[in-house]
């Protein structure tokens, strides 16, 4: 049955070419214009094409795209100062062209150069940038009561500088491969595309409280990622190519704030000149004033390249924008940056955007072959009219609306969202996976980052129970010493609203085995497991399994292989059997409500025992719960995992509050428990002085309750920084009452060793950081002075704050190879206490970023 479905396909793909071959089409060409002797771009030389008399412009780097007419046999390029060049015409699956003009010979007079040192004191270069940045608002298109555009998106990603000659090992055993092959708007080398995402919206703006609104149409996925989760690629790749203003401060874009030339400390970063008064810019009779600008400091993140100005404009018109990235940059796997882009002006004066490429070359490794990437942007169909269904589009408080039938368009859709010529390869991604999966290499290959990326192995195609996660399948800890766990989930495959969970883990030392069950209903169909946003759900868990007391991990799971390595032995931990009840209900605005009812019971330990005042041993105890807690995160974005998520963007701040309740003698509860938590967490930028990170937590117990119910902080034992943990602390060397807590991370992204010549060359950053806590225990929850509450363990070293805060502090390098970021962390209070503490230490992360 496949080997027809296979000849049938060929058949049809056979015709379909054979048809194609003989329409007398118009013949779509790319190429690049240089100058002989330097090989450099020759900017906006101009190609024609005879007969049939079709012509088009070079960009500033020397590229140039076209459609020749039927029937054209050459094509001429001419730039001023060098000699006219004219090529035949190829028919080839590569339309590709490398034109080199020669320098004509003219006498020219002597010219005497003398360099003056640039200062921005009365630099008419400095001013004109200023009259720029001043004139923004005359220009500004959100100065209407309404604005809206349809915008359309296209991403690639595609192997740079593929090898299209017959001596090709990949070709000879993949030829359809050249069929994918187009040319690289930066080099103008062949690149093979191997992954297109395109999406169609329309953006609107309101001025009456500046509230916009993107409403999405259409998205279209294709290419080697698709094992990938889309949701998360689309997350990370909003994040990293963020709408490029010129007018802000920062342009965050990369995961990185780059200092824009109209900043208002441009004049202090930049160097700023007039380069050209009557400059030409492709689609513009007008000419133009160019202002080049320059990082005073190269390895900064900041931009060189032109602004162009429409000359005697007093309004400052941009026409043009042309940006690369310099090649000193302190910046990871990018070897080549280029931003382009275009502006038209409203009736009414406003400037409308109308393209914003980017492209990039990136590299993994060096001697591995370099990735090819771009992002462009085409902007059309500007309005300032009041949208007819604006009170719907705008009452809202999302920001952003993805139609049911986004994913779902056809062709015809996409060839009439797609408003510029776009490249053959690129629109044949589609058709590359499909030939891919042929190969057993790349059919397997695909399996296995699948799981590693999501943690689950599928099992099949349609998969309705991965197991997993993988992470966590061995493990080591004090109490138990190796541990073993297998489990798994059922998936959207098998119910869209009923989902289940479980595993099994058994430890070797203690001889126990522990386990987890839960069943969930989801309100809303989920695509393929529960804890995809936004939930709404109703879960019952029961489990019983060890509970790390001062020692639980926030972002991480606690039996993760690599926490297995400890830079000391903590084996005082409880058993906790629980069965919890839990609603959650978010929002797309990023608010949530989670409430739980919940019935646990702590049991002892070999090493952690619950003695009573009058010397007895209890060997558990019950609680019955009740609990909620409030969440937001304005503008939030996340990466979705399996079991957790992670924010993209740490910009956004994030406020929880927390509370639970176990009223004392009612349904079994041996102790009352009365807790409120507080949590704000928030990055800020700096500039050129990279950026802070802060998390502030507080928390009080309202009353009396055992000590492991009380506020203890998290110890980090492993050697790799554990975001909102303590480095250097003992496990439950403090019990508290009331606390507050301080997490700050300042990552200066080489502001400093920058500085130096020969360090700037390793792409070293500084990190510092400093955590600190303050608290306090009352006699309510003192064993001392409680006389029903189980005494605190005689071989666990607890002290008592005594008003002085705890504090840590540390010092690394981030960037180390460009994958590892290692911090030396001191120990700067309670040195003097009568127990062995670590009062230093080396701490180590994997930090991979650009």
């Known amino acids: 049955m496949k080997q027809h479905l296979y000849i049938l396909l060929l058949a049809l793909a056979t015709c379909t070419v054979s048809a194609r071959a003989a329409e007398p089409a118009r013949t779509y060409i790319q190429g690049i214009v240089r100058d002989s002797l330097s090989t450099a771009g020759l900017p906006y030389a101009s190609i024609t094409a005879e007969p049939g008399n079709a012509s088009t412009v070079a960009d500033s780097r020397g590229l140039f795209e076209m459609n020749l007419p039927a029937g054209a046999r050459t094509i001429t390029a001419r730039y001023q100062g060098y000699a006219p060049r004219t090529v035949p015409v190829k028919h080839s699956a590569i339309n590709l062209y490398d034109i080199y003009l020669t320098p004509q010979a003219e006498e020219l007079k002597e010219v005497v150069i003398k360099r003056k040192r640039y200062s921005k004191r009365n630099n008419p270069a400095v001013d004109f940038a200023r009259r720029i940045r001043n004139a923004r608002e005359l220009t500004d298109p959100r100065r209407n009561d309404f604005y809206s555009y349809d915008r359309y998106e296209r991403t690639t990603l595609a192997l740079n500088?593929?090898?299209?000659?017959?001596?090709?090992?990949?070709?000879?055993?993949?030829?359809?491969?050249?069929?994918?092959?187009?040319t690289s708007?930066?080099?103008?080398?062949?690149?093979?595309?191997?992954?297109?995402?395109?999406?169609?919206?329309?953006?609107?703006?309101?001025?009456?409280?500046?509230?916009?609104?993107?409403?999405?149409?259409?998205?279209?996925?294709?290419?080697?990622?698709?094992?990938?989760?889309?949701?998360?690629?689309?997350?990370?790749?909003?994040?990293?190519?963020?709408?490029?203003?010129?007018?802000?401060?920062n342009i965050k874009m990369l995961n990185n704030s780059f200092v824009s030339p109209l900043s208002p400390m441009a004049p202090d970063f930049y160097r700023f000149?007039?380069?050209?008064?009557?400059?030409?810019?492709?689609?513009?009779?007008?000419?133009?004033?160019?202002?080049?600008?320059?990082?005073?400091?190269?390895?900064?993140f900041g931009f060189s390249g032109h602004l162009y100005v429409e000359r005697d404009d007093t309004t400052m018109f941009i026409t043009r924008v042309e940006m690369k990235a310099p090649k000193e940059m302190n910046l990871n796997f990018i070897k080549d940056l280029s931003i382009v882009q275009t502006f038209d002006r409203a009736p009414d004066g406003s400037r409308l955007k109308t393209a914003d490429d980017l492209m990039m070359v990136l590299y993994a490794v060096n001697g591995l072959p370099d990735f090819y990437v771009t992002h462009r942007i085409t902007n059309r169909n500007h309005s300032f009219a009041r949208p007819a269904d604006a009170d719907s589009i705008f009452s809202t408080p999302q920001e952003k609306l993805v139609r049911p039938d986004a994913a779902e368009r056809d062709s015809v859709f996409?060839?009439?969202?797609?408003?510029?010529?776009?490249?053959?390869?690129?629109?044949?991604?589609?058709?590359?996976?499909?030939?891919?999966?042929?190969?057993?290499?790349?059919?397997?290959g695909e399996k296995v980052l699948h799981a590693l990326t999501e943690n689950y192995i599928p099992i099949g195609s349609n998969s309705k129970f991965d197991p997993g996660p993988i992470s966590s399948l061995a493990s080591y800890n004090s109490l138990?010493?190796?541990?073993?766990?297998?489990?798994?989930?059922t998936t959207a495959n098998l119910s869209r609203h009923w989902f289940g969970r479980g595993y099994v883990a058994h430890g070797f030392k203690d001889h126990r085995w522990k386990y987890g069950a839960e069943v969930e209903y989801s309100f809303t169909p989920k695509e393929y497991h529960s804890r995809e946003f936004p939930m709404h759900s109703l879960r019952l868990t029961h489990s019983y399994d060890i509970d790390r007391l001062g020692s639980r991990y926030l972002h991480t799971s606690s039996d993760n292989a690599v926490l297995s390595l400890q830079r000391m032995s903590d084996a005082h931990f409880s058993?906790?059997?629980?069965?919890?009840?839990?609603?959650?209900?978010?929002?797309?605005?990023?608010?949530?409500i989670v409430a739980e009812a919940a019935q646990r019971q702590q049991n002892e330990s070999r090493y952690l025992r619950f003695e009573l005042p009058d010397g007895t041993f209890l060997p558990h105890y019950n609680m019955t719960e009740f609990g909620i807690t409030l969440s937001y995160a304005p503008g939030a974005r996340y990466l979705q995992g399996r079991n957790e998520r992670s924010f993209v963007d740490t910009e956004v701040p994030v406020f929880t509050l927390s509370h639970r309740y176990a009223p004392k003698g009612v349904l079994g509860s041996r102790y009352g428990l009365n807790r409120t938590e507080l949590s704000v967490s928030k990055q800020f930028d700096l500039y050129i002085a990279g950026r802070l990170y802060l998390d502030v937590n507080a928390a009080h117990v309202w009353g009396s309750s055992p000590f492991t119910e009380l506020l203890i902080p998290n110890a980090n034992l492993s050697y790799t920084i554990q975001r909102g943990a303590f480095a250097l602390m003992n496990p439950m060397e403090f019990i508290n009452t009331s606390y507050v807590s301080l997490h700050a991370t300042w990552q200066l992204r080489g502001a400093l060793l920058n500085l130096i010549p020969v360090v700037r060359r390793a792409g070293l950053r500084e990190v510092v950081s400093f955590s600190g806590l303050w608290g306090h225990r009352s006699h309510r929850a003192d064993p001392t002075f409680a006389n029903m509450l189980p005494a605190l363990p005689a071989d666990v070293n607890v002290t008592r704050m005594s008003g002085r805060p705890y504090m840590e502090v540390s010092a690394g390098l981030d960037n180390i190879l460009k994958l590892f970021r290692v911090d030396y962390v001191w120990r700067l209070s309670y040195l003097d206490v009568p127990y062995p503490i670590d009062r230093h230490g080396i701490r180590i992360a994997l930090h991979v970023t650009f």
Not at 164 to 171: D, G, K, P
Not at 575 to 592: A, G, H, I, M
């Open 161 to 182: 500088d593929f090898d299209t000659t017959a001596s090709n090992a990949l070709l000879k055993s993949m030829p359809f491969l050249i069929e994918h092959v187009d």
């Open 185 to 249: 708007l930066i080099s103008g080398q062949p690149v093979l595309n191997l992954s297109l995402k395109e999406k169609a919206s329309t953006e609107y703006w309101q001025k009456d409280g500046e509230r916009s609104s993107s409403v999405v149409r259409g998205t279209r996925n294709s290419g080697i990622d698709e094992f990938v989760n889309q949701n998360n690629v689309t997350a990370v790749l909003d994040n990293f190519f963020r709408e490029i203003d010129l007018y802000e401060g």
């Open 273 to 300: 000149y007039l380069t050209d008064s009557a400059a030409v810019v492709p689609g513009s009779d007008k000419p133009h004033i160019a202002l080049a600008f320059y990082p005073q400091n190269k390895s900064y």
């Open 414 to 444: 996409w060839t009439a969202e797609a408003a510029r010529p776009l490249p053959k390869g690129e629109n044949k991604t589609h058709e590359l996976m499909k030939r891919l999966r042929g190969k057993p290499l790349v059919y397997w």
């Open 480 to 489: 138990e010493g190796l541990r073993l766990r297998a489990g798994g989930m």
């Open 575 to 592: 058993y906790l059997r629980q069965t919890v009840l839990r609603y959650t209900l978010e929002l797309r605005c990023n608010f949530s």
